[in-house]
């Protein structure tokens, strides 16, 4: 049964669904009914000076009044009517499209849309054809759906527009109204209407489309960003390509799904919505692209870094008849940070600054003197050190953040080559790296959570067990909002915890901040895991 605050009546449905019974709000939940009431016709007044007026005078509005009151607050966004249904069994459906057809307002009511460059657009069936494509859907015999709402002017059968995205120009040969399943063809679509297209090339969700020597852009829908990372792999072997077409597929259709194939971790990662949403695109991939797959914890992206200087010296030579391998080099490695001195002692030659891609800095200095390494040994060093660097010899991580002075050498002069010196390069960074205080960082994420006052006390006593750091707590409307720093390792199951601690009330967002050293005995069991990884392999 649903009972509606609105009209105050209960709606009973039988159990497989279909036209309800109209009753009278049961005597044990009369009185939150009426408070709800009461606090609904409160906020339609609210946004009219004319029913406020009423409001006070009657002690409440009627149902036009209301219907009033409501489409008004509804077209100033500060209403937003909740309904309770289901479709698959229609219970609600019809008390919903009754709402539709004789409150919400129609296209030509609504503010003029806004546009990226600042201007608006208003529903205008005699503009410029112009529309929005807000969802696209994969249709197994007809390819992508695109959905769109027509802003202005008219769009016929066979039209072409231009996508002012990509420029390209698409051409809609089939135009259709849509209700559920069914598909209608019709010859035209004006504005304030919503249908969809076929086969459209180079055009995607939250794409506009306009007619030729026009330049518009409708302002696209804001997406939320994802809160949950998983790792997704088939259960079926020779599967992968599928899966991966599948994917593509399905980002597609849903924007707030984000698919990474991640080379460093070697794996495929999901950044979506929560537990909800996995469970959805587990069953489309099942019951849609009938693949079989599992969802795992994703590897944590460490990086390694220092934290003293150093000075090593490392001899490479190699002889095996004919032609040897002789290099030796000496260098300083140090912690870099950004505005740090430039290196005392030494003589300054020649500086590289390389900005890694897997963040952080290499800065290599040229500080060779008397010509004791030819200078066209310098780059395999550096090639040397930038090899060494991609598998830390703590974890296997990205190593970042550091500065090497290369100072001193020795060379022979047939036994030096680029190889040698490249060796020599690799194992002296090694050796220093490992005598230089190594630590491991580890990915650190802003987060912040809305949650209702009552459950606020839960939500943060929680967190230190996260290893997170509270930064503060601000009110934002009826919320709460906790602001925090937590490391990734510890976001795997916290969706599901916090929906646990506040039934579902609250809801959080992240985003990265920065890396940070992890804990010592954290370290020391990284390192143990990794050597009894390597030992297996």
């Keep these: 049964a649903i009972i509606d605050v609105l009209k105050m009546v209960m709606y009973k449905f039988p159990a497989d669904g279909g036209k309800p019974q109209k009753l009278p709000i049961p005597a044990n939940e009369k009185e939150r009914a009426d408070q709800l009431h009461n606090e609904l016709i409160e906020a339609i007044a609210e946004n009219d000076e004319g029913l406020i007026e009423l409001f006070f005078e009657k002690g409440t509005l009627d149902e036009d009044e209301m219907r009033i009151g409501l489409k008004k607050a509804m077209i100033n966004h500060d209403l937003f009517p909740l309904f309770c249904l289901s479709a698959k069994k229609n219970m609600g459906s019809g008390r919903l499209m009754g709402f539709i057809d004789n409150v919400c307002p129609s296209a030509d009511e609504m503010p003029a849309q806004k546009l990226t460059d600042g201007n608006t657009l208003k529903i205008d069936s005699n503009g410029a054809p112009c529309i929005f494509i807000f969802k696209t859907v994969s249709e197994a015999h007809l390819g992508d759906m695109s959905f769109f709402k027509v802003y202005s002017g008219e769009i016929t059968a066979g039209m072409e527009l231009v996508n002012e995205e990509t420029g390209a120009v698409e051409k809609f040969t089939q135009l259709f109204t849509v209700e559920g399943k069914k598909r209608d063809s019709v010859a035209k679509l004006v504005a304030g209407d919503i249908g969809a297209t076929i086969k459209l090339r180079s055009t995607h969700t939250n794409n506009t489309l306009h007619a030729k020597g026009v330049k518009m852009e409708i302002e696209p829908i804001q997406f939320p960003n994802p809160r949950t990372r998983v790792a997704i792999i088939s259960t079926k072997k020779g599967e992968e390509e599928k899966l991966a077409q599948a994917l593509h597929q399905l980002q597609e259709e849903d924007p707030s799904l984000r698919i990474e194939v991640n080379h460093e971790l070697k794996q495929t990662i999901l950044h979506c919505q929560g537990e909800m949403h996995l469970a959805i695109i587990h069953m489309k991939l099942a019951h849609q692209y009938k693949i079989s797959v599992d969802f795992q914890q994703p590897r944590i992206p460490y990086r ?187 976001l795997g199951s916290y969706s599901s915890s916090l929906r646990a601690i506040t039934q579902g009330r609250a809801k959080y967002s992240i985003a990265f901040n920065d890396y940070a050293a992890v804990p010592f005995e954290l370290q020391q069991k990284l390192i143990s895991t990794h050597q009894a990884e390597l030992q297996e392999v």
């Design 304 to 490: 390694e870094t220092i934290q003293k200087p150093v000075q090593v010296s490392y001899k490479h030579k190699k002889q095996s008849g004919g032609a040897g391998q002789f290099a030796e080099v000496y260098m300083q490695v140090e912690p870099y940070y950004e505005g740090m001195p430039e290196p005392k002692g030494f003589t300054l030659r020649g500086k590289e600054e390389t900005t890694l891609p897997w963040g952080g800095k290499l800065v290599f200095y040229n500080c060779i003197v008397g010509g004791v390494i030819d200078q066209r040994f310098l780059p395999s060093i550096m090639k040397g050190i930038l090899e060494k660097m991609e598998n830390g010899p703590l974890t296997g991580g990205y190593v970042r953040d550091v500065r090497v002075c290369v100072y001193d050498g020795k060379m022979h002069p047939v036994d030096s080559n680029d190889m040698a010196f490249k060796i020599a390069g690799m194992m002296a960074f090694k050796q220093a790296f490992q005598e230089a205080d190594p630590r491991i960082l580890e990915p650190v994420y802003d987060l912040e959570v809305l949650s209702p006052e009552e459950v606020v006390g839960d939500v943060m006593g929680e967190l230190p067990s996260r290893r997170a750091i509270i930064e503060g707590i601000d009110t934002d409307g009826h919320y709460q909002k906790i602001k925090a720093k937590i490391p990734l390792a510890e």
